[in-house]
């Protein structure tokens, strides 16, 4: 079906998108891999092009444009290349709403115009060893001593974290569980400490760290909002966070499917192509209609949330069925393959442990469906 999503406008700008990953990113990705992290030159480059800040303000370095198809647009194009770092959608879309929507003015000069040159990276510290997704669980706690707050606790999987120049960290404010807020903390600061990269089986090249805060020091005005409306803030947050997720496993899922039946209309088994014994066109055939079906879902979502009548039911429907539906396409797409799915040289068998997450980052599939149950009684 034709997609009616994009205007030319959006299309111009994916030519951009993929001509800057065909050049800076896939040449480096095997490279990355290994290394555990992008280049940070690469992060430059991509402020160079104008793919950081895109709904900035010009005032402070961004693209001023206030529609979300164009982060849409950004994610698709790194999920075709099968490429997670640099996680440029993290930093414009996750840290950069934070940075747009609960700022002063001050703060805004001081840390906007870096974040849109790639000189500013940016990653967000939310989970604990002993909280996921349940939120309210945090134990990192934030004490307000006169013109400064004295910051103690422990962040896990943070993505960009051995990167990032600003850190994004929800502490605990109070007493009640809804007492939260978000401070901005350089990782340069007396007691702070980056621990070991995690060594994950899959999206090998974005750094991944644990975080480590020890009686640090930042000043009150590295507060972002209210030190007690983290939670109100991270609502509207995971919404945008769960469309990009969505968006990024459906096209991925899309794209490995092209690739398998490719393979299928060449490899033989027993004469003929594997394509073409029954069972397998049947799988194919379901496999078609089932991101046929999602594609038209999560079109309507970027566009719903573009217009901001997208729900937070829905975008956790989005998330859910994209990233599970992903994990059921590589996985028979694997098996496809033969034994050549489990060879890493084949782009279906590095998506098999790099798509792996999915379903759990952003909030794991029981929590939307939780999320969803709830709101239906």
């Known amino acids: 079906m034709r997609r009616d999503l994009f205007t030319r406008e959006h299309e111009e700008f994916r030519d951009l998108v993929r001509t800057f990953v065909a050049r800076e990113v896939t040449p480096n990705l095997e490279r990355w891999e290994e290394h555990g992290a992008a280049d940070r030159s690469v992060w430059l480059r991509a402020g160079e092009h104008g793919l950081l800040g895109l709904d900035v303000d010009p005032e402070y370095g961004g693209a001023g444009v206030a529609d979300y198809r164009y982060h849409a647009v950004l994610g698709e194009e790194f999920a075709k290349a099968g490429a997670h770092a640099p996680a440029l959608s993290l930093h414009n879309e996750i840290c950069g709403l934070y940075l747009r929507a609960h700022t002063t003015e001050e703060q805004r000069r001081r840390w906007l115009p870096g974040f849109c040159s790639g000189e500013l990276v940016t990653a967000v510290a939310i989970s604990e060893p002993d909280a996921g997704s349940d939120l309210r669980r945090i134990r990192t706690r934030a004490v307000r001593d006169g013109d400064r707050y004295v910051l103690n606790g422990q962040k896990t999987f943070v993505s960009n974290g051995a990167t990032a120049d600003l850190v994004l960290v929800v502490a605990r404010t109070g007493e ?38 020890s009686d640090v020091e930042i000043p009150v005005e590295n507060l972002l909002g209210r030190e007690d409306r983290a939670y109100a803030y991270l609502i509207r947050t995971l919404r945008q966070e769960r469309v990009m997720l969505a968006v990024s496993a459906l096209t991925t899922a899309e794209r490995l499917f092209e690739e398998t039946l490719t393979y299928c209309g060449k490899r033989e088994v027993f004469g003929r192509p594997i394509g073409r014994h029954q069972y397998n066109r049947f799988l194919l055939a379901e496999l078609r209609t089932a991101l046929t079906v999602a594609r038209a879902f999560t079109d309507r979502c970027v566009a719903e949330h573009d217009a901001g009548r997208l729900t937070s039911e829905e975008a956790a429907m989005a998330k859910w069925w994209n990233t599970e539906l992903c994990q059921r396409v590589v996985d028979r797409c694997v098996q496809l393959h033969g034994g050549y799915g489990v060879m890493r040289e084949f782009p279906v068998a590095r998506a098999f442990v790099d798509t792996r997450v999915q379903t759990i980052y952003g909030g794991t599939t029981e929590i939307m469906k939780e999320l969803i149950g709830q709101s239906l009684l």
């Open 176 to 213: 009640r569980p809804s007492d939260a807020g978000v401070f901005v903390v350089e990782p340069t600061r007396v007691g702070v400490t980056r621990g070991r990269a995690l060594d994950k089986i899959g999206m090998r090249a974005l750094d991944t760290v644990e975080l480590f805060l």
